[in-house]
């Protein structure tokens, strides 16, 4: 993806809520089934991560790499990623 492609998903994500919260236990299976409904229903969401900086790095990461996303924008507790719905 290219920087343009990426500046026009973060103007779309400025308006958005996080849709999903990792809290105090971390990133669960049930966490990543949950991020995997919203990229399959809405491509673009934001999640928050609720944890030090080294491990909101690596959660966000981990989160890409699990579910095939792509990291668009992280600020601090808050990542936009985004994963092209085929059937949409």
Request: charged share 30%; glycine share 6%.
């Amino acid at each position: 993806m290219n920087s343009a492609d990426k500046k026009k998903l973060r103007a779309q994500a400025h308006s958005l809520k996080p849709v999903i919260m990792i809290g105090q236990a971390g990133l669960t299976a049930a966490v990543l089934a949950e991020i995997e409904l919203a990229l399959n229903v809405h491509e673009l969401i934001k999640v928050r991560i609720r944890a030090e900086r080294e491990d909101r790095k690596l959660i966000s990461e981990k989160i890409c790499t699990d579910t095939g996303a792509e990291l668009i924008q992280g600020i601090g507790q808050i990542i936009v990623i985004y994963r092209l719905n085929p059937d949409k």
